[in-house]
Each structure stands twice: as structure tokens, then as C-alpha cells.
């Protein structure tokens, strides 16, 4: 069995500059807020 040396692939991926973006993006996360609730509202409004 030939042992093979670690590779760019093997360490954690690098955020790009958008990916920086919109996790620092104050309006960004106010509007996935917004979604997420959304979502569970519909969800927990189907179950009642």
C-alpha cells in the first residue's frame, strides 16, 4: 500500500470574497432572518 502526501484538497476550503461577503453583510443576515422565520412559521402552522 503507497502512502500518499496530503494535497490542496485535503485541507479546509477557503472562503472566497462573496462567501466573506454575505456572512459579514449586516442586510444580508437581516433578510435570511426574515426567511428562516418565515419558514417556520409555515411549518409549525401546518402542524396545529
Known amino acids: ?5 496530503y494535497t490542496q484538497w485535503d485541507y479546509t476550503p477557503v ?5 466573506r461577503f454575505f456572512r459579514t453583510c449586516v442586510l444580508w443576515q437581516i ?16 402542524s396545529h
Do not use: Y
Open 1 to 5: 500500500m503507497k502512502i500518499k502526501p
Open 15 to 19: 472562503p472566497t470574497p462573496m462567501t
Open 31 to 46: 433578510v435570511r432572518f426574515a426567511v428562516i422565520n418565515l419558514k417556520m412559521l409555515v411549518v409549525v402552522s401546518k
